[in-house]
T-cell receptor, first 114, second 114 residues
């Protein structure tokens, strides 16, 4: 079984500042890792994914994440945020053998201050 | 573009009523999912289906049932609504197989049970 922990429920940052949203996972098997984003009044959409290979993955809208197996982390970063990045971000994990079934974290609400 | 639609954005029902939430996807996806989203809890899987007339329980199936009579449609049923089922309900779909990790979400139905 897998689990995901997002330590920060809310992260306020100023526009054009860098941001890091933290995610740690637990699993006894190899995993796929994801970040999904939910803009206000919308469903979730896939931001980026780690399946295998390079541990640094790039997603849409300038976001990137780094898979760290030894620390079981998959933190999301962006060097300079914009007002339009205001959203809730969900880290998620699935096992290789059950890729359909995704376990979501509790979410981090990113609020951007002008 | 994949489109997942949900029958209502907002719904208000009384305790004890039978409630139907409908979801339709237009990309011929095999997998369909129902989640509920609550603040601080993230998304929790209620039921999923990987084929017509097939269903599997998720993490919180109690008080819910589902129906999948056609590939494109997946219905969530609350047999007797209770106030603790007040929540945001999200439907999602995905392919079967190697790309099954990418789920496409509808905009959600915010259900209030009074």
């Amino acid at each position: 079984a897998q689990s995901v922990t997002q330590l920060d429920s809310q992260v306020p940052v100023f526009e054009e500042a860098p941001v890091e949203l933290r995610c740690n996972y637990s699993s006894s098997v190899s995993v796929y890792l994801f970040w999904y984003v939910q803009y206000p009044n919308q469903g979730l959409q896939l931001l980026l994914k780690y399946l295998s290979g390079s541990t640094l993955v790039k997603g849409i809208n300038g976001f990137e994440a780094e898979f760290n197996k030894s620390q079981t982390s998959f933190h999301l970063r962006k060097p300079s945020v914009h007002i339009s990045d205001t959203a809730e971000y969900f880290c998620a994990v699935s096992g290789y053998s059950s890729a359909s079934k995704i376990i979501f974290g509790s979410g981090t609400r990113l609020s951007i201050r002008p | 573009d994949v489109k997942v639609t949900q029958s209502s954005r907002y719904l208000v029902k009384r305790t004890g009523e039978k409630v139907f939430l409908e979801c339709v996807q237009d990309m011929d996806h095999e997998n369909m999912f129902w989640y509920r989203q609550d603040p601080g809890l993230g998304l929790r899987l209620i039921y999923f289906s990987y084929d017509v007339k097939m269903k599997e329980k998720g993490d919180i199936p109690e008080g819910y049932s589902v129906s999948r009579e056609k590939k494109e449609r997946f219905s969530l049923i609350l047999e007797s609504a209770s106030t603790n089922q007040t929540s945001m309900y999200l439907c999602a779909s995905s392919l079967l197989g190697a790309d099954s990790y990418e789920q496409y979400f509808g905009p959600g139905t915010r259900l209030t049970v009074t």
